[in-house]
């Protein structure tokens, strides 16, 4: 098989407008009002776990990884990951997500969770958590909740509430981002 035309890199912050463009496409304006956005209201994403993939000098897709706590622990969450939609299906939002998760294979966190297809996702070694295992604010499909370890036999320690990590931005009494 030949090497893919598109290459995986970190993120710099001349590609936040792309980022923004391949997820208002990927999600629609409804991706704010999802469990998973309020978990990353006022928080910035983990420095170092985000990446794009590039071709021809066009962003292909975007992977980012935000800090959560769960039960009190920090650990990540995947998302958002978005490719270009006549893109898909060339391997990018794999390849990316493996960019992210060798990264956080070296920082200090157990696991990382998301909310997503689980036959998608299982291709990069998530799966599902136990119901009840870990509660997210809002409602969220149980069937949804995935999880990968980090570091050996982790991720059934992962239990409890999850969380806004650390508040990097003032946020509103409604949660909505200011400025
Ligand atoms: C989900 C998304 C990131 C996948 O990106 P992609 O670059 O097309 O994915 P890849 O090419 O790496 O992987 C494609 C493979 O995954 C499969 N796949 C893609 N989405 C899937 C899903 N929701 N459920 C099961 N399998 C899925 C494809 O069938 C394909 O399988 P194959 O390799 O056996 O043919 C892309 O479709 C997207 O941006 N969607 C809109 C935003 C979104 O929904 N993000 C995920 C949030 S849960």
Redesign the pocket.
Known sequence: MSAPSWKIRLESPDDGAGVEALNAE??GPGRFSKSAYRLREGVNAVAGLSFVAVEDGILR?SVRFWPIKVGGHEELLL?????Q?H?????????LMQAGIAAAQRGPWRGIL????E??YA?VGFSRLPPGRVKFPGPVDQNRILGLSLKAGELLNLSGEVRRAQIDDAVCADGAGVG
């Open positions: 990927g999600f897709g998302g958002p990951l978005a490719v939609s893109q898909r299906g060339r391997g990018i939002g794999i390849a998301l909310v997503g297809d036959p998608y291709k």
